[in-house]
């Protein structure tokens, strides 16, 4: 029997089909502006580096219990399925009699924040300030006081900006859809979705209209079908011609990318990214973002809930994200009768004091582009006196009195240990501190015994003019994997001649897992590996080493071997169905599935409840030829990539949707294939993309998959 060619190299090489996209032109234009006119809008933002969200409303009143369970918060009312007319009664509960929205500004300010954004709307529609369009508010409770008002006012009055955090998906409202999956009762008859945006337009109006200058419009519940990028470019639009020197985020979009946060290639991004509590692994020059961050396990308040962060690591947390060039947005959720948590409350206080130390080390910092330490992390700061000023944020404390700074040139002018009473000079405990370089290396010694700071130690190094910085090379390959030889080249950013045409540096290199030195081999060209080999390479200049030096390892391997199938059925997967609430992806061999089919392919069942439910794909994929291949598992929530019962991608856990991938070498033929996916609530997606390494992932289409015949 002729096999059909579902091979993955030959469809995948396929360019894929593009989609001509016809948008009218927005009802507001955005304004337009120069990149100078950017970044004079962006400045204050930047400069802050720190800030507080506030989440608050009806669900601090349960305070995360509903009935036996206390794992609720502020998606509550569907986390407990609590039908509208019940969730309605909550409003005459809300009399936050102990809401002081001073003292709520004056600890913000204290702890080192330069802004606060609150929930002025979240989820579940209720509104915390005076709104025309709807009763819906807090002037319906007995509280009768517009909070927004109040804290706008509070804010400005300690030198804060105020930022407004907006729902646009929204429970409450008859014209919103789609409907929570569990509420089958709820007709949507008559409901107009253009007829919410209106709403949702009037509301933001009025914010932004009512409430004097707004630092920033931080919008969130962008990601159902209903919402579009259109929609969320004329609500953009809405918010600059309020407002001309608001800063919006990237959720007013449908661009964002799970929950790192940031804006996919090509679609609108607002004005700044918004990673979700995770940190990204690097920095991203020319690019503005903002992790926002619990202090605990929970965004609205809830009194079960006691997996506090310690104070050294929110401390860190800040430092990081400061180091890399982004800000943090911490949460604290104000208890139902207007009070901070203790605990928050605790660690505000913390920050405060060591704020006091170090907040020159933060606020107006950017990214030094040193390649994090070991031993904690660096800022950066320009003076207006054509000064540097380079800081060394320490986590771990040296026992021997040394930090060692790889790649940067030059030598400080004076440095300074901070110590939250005054900057001490290098005289410090009866023992000078000083520096001095070692090869490619700043070192700072003669450090005291002990750190100034158990969380983290400030200390400021400053520079004549720029920092001489030489990051590591790159050493460029498609995969750390290959079956047969790999070719991999060797770059700095650096490099290059100077106007003589002499080489500005040379790229040194070892095969040998061994150090680079003065006599190693120079790099003059891409390098043919055929066997295992850890490559290491360092830039140097007249025998003197400047960089850090690279490590990359490269393994030659097997490719898996394939299975013969005697009667492939190709086209589909076999499908166990399961339902159950789950955080992570279940144990499926301790379950009953509660149906199994063929689907064809990996696709969801969209005629089954997409909500608490599981389902694990088995079969085979066919491949074309011996080859290291990479794999893109996408999913909302976790999903989990086998082969041969080998895992491959681990996308597990609570999130949006999010894209991990991987490599592994397969042979020609038959593979073994298990996909693993679970959906607690919300959006609902699973796909996989695949191909040689070194052509483009697209979808892998069902023709590829097989199962074996009777």
């Known amino acids: 029997m002729h096999l059909p060619t579902l091979l993955l190299a030959l469809l995948l090489a396929q360019p894929a089909p593009t989609i001509p996209i016809d948008q009218p032109a927005p009802a507001i234009a955005i304004p337009s502006e120069t990149p100078e006119e950017r970044d004079t809008r962006m400045a204050w933002w930047r400069d802050a580096r720190f800030g507080m969200v506030i989440h608050w409303g009806l669900y601090a009143i349960p305070a995360g219990q509903w009935g036996a369970q206390t794992n609720h918060a502020e998606w509550i009312r569907t986390t407990a399925n609590i039908p509208l007319e019940t969730y309605d009664d909550l409003v005459h509960q809300f009399n936050p009699v102990n809401f002081d929205a001073a003292a709520w500004a004056r600890m913000a300010r204290e702890a080192g924040m330069k802004y606060i954004v609150i929930t002025t709307k979240h989820h579940d529609g209720f509104c915390l300030w005076d709104s025309a369009q709807t009763d819906f508010d807090v002037m319906s409770t007995p509280f009768k006081r517009d909070i927004i008002r109040e804290l706008a006012d509070a804010a400005r009055a300690e030198g804060l900006q105020i930022g407004f955090y907006h729902s646009i998906m929204d429970w409450h409202h008859p014209d919103y859809l789609p409907r929570r999956a569990w509420e089958t009762t709820r007709s949507t008859d008559g409901a107009d979705f253009e007829r919410f945006e209106d709403y949702l337009h009037a509301q933001v109006t009025e914010l932004l209209t009512n409430y004097g200058p707004i630092g920033v419009m931080w919008f969130d519940g962008e990601w159902e079908d209903t919402w579009s990028e259109q929609r969320g470019r004329e609500l953009y639009a809405l918010c600059r011609r309020l407002q001309p020197g608001i800063i919006v985020n990237n959720r007013v979009g449908t661009g964002r990318e799970g929950m790192a946060g940031l804006t996919r290639e090509g679609a609108f991004g607002g004005d700044f990214g918004t990673p979700e509590q995770e940190v990204p692994a690097t920095g991203f020059p020319g690019v503005d973002w903002e992790s926002c961050m619990t202090m605990n396990d929970h965004w609205g308040y809830n009194a079960f809930d006691h997996q506090w962060k310690s104070t050294t690591e929110l401390i860190r947390t800040l430092v990081d994200i400061a180091s890399k060039g982004g800000n943090y947005l911490l949460n604290v959720g104000p208890r139902a009768d207007g009070t901070f948590p203790p605990e928050a409350v605790d660690r505000l206080r913390d920050f405060r004091d060591w704020m006091s130390a170090n907040v020159t080390t933060i606020r107006e910092s950017r990214a030094a582009q040193l390649e994090p330490a070991p031993w904690g992390r660096f800022t950066v700061r320009v003076t207006d006196h054509n000064t540097t000023v380079l800081s060394l944020l320490v986590f771990d404390w040296p026992s021997d009195g040394r930090l060692v700074i790889p790649g940067l040139a030059g030598t400080p002018a004076n440095g300074f240990i901070l110590d939250g009473q005054r900057h001490l000079p290098p005289s410090i405990r009866g023992r000078d501190f000083g520096t001095k370089r070692e090869g490619a290396n700043l070192v700072v010694a003669g450090l005291p015994r002990h750190p100034i700071n158990s969380a983290c130690s400030g200390i400021m190094l400053e520079f004549a003019g720029d920092l001489d910085i030489y990051p590591s090379p790159a050493i460029s390959a498609p995969t750390p994997q290959f079956i ?227």
């Not at 081999?521 to 030096?549: E, H, K, M, N």
């Not at 088995?618 to 598992?633: H, R």
């Open 484 to 710: 047969d030889t790999l070719t991999l080249t060797l770059s700095h950013p650096r490099s290059g001649h100077d106007e003589q045409g002499n080489d500005l540096l040379d790229l040194r290199y070892t095969l040998d897992a061994t150090d680079p030195i003065a006599t190693s081999s120079a790099y003059d060209g891409p390098l043919v590996l055929d066997a295992t080999t850890t490559v290491r390479v360092q830039a140097w200049r007249d025998d003197q080493p400047l960089s850090p030096i690279a490590e990359r390892r490269f393994e030659r391997v097997e490719p898996l071997a394939a299975v013969r199938l005697a009667a492939p059925t190709h086209g589909l997967l076999n499908c166990a169905h399961y339902e159950g609430t789950w955080d992570r992806l279940p144990r499926f061999n301790t379950l009953t599935p509660t149906r199994t089919d063929q689907p064809a392919g990996l696709t969801l069942d969209t005629r089954t409840r997409d909500e608490h439910i599981a389902q694990a794909f088995t079969g085979y994929l066919y491949v074309k030829a011996d080859a290291v291949y990479q794999f893109a598992l996408s999913s909302d929530d976790g999903s989990r990539l086998s082969f041969h019962d080998r895992l491959v991608i681990d996308n597990d856990g609570l999130h949006a949707t999010e894209e991990k991938s991987a490599t592994i070498a397969l042979s020609a033929g038959y593979h073994p294939i298990r996909v693993e996916y679970f959906n607690r609530s919300g959006g609902h997606s699973l796909s996989l993309r695949g191909e040689m390494v070194g052509l483009p992932l697209v979808d892998i289409p069902a023709r590829a998959f097989a199962v074996e015949g009777p």
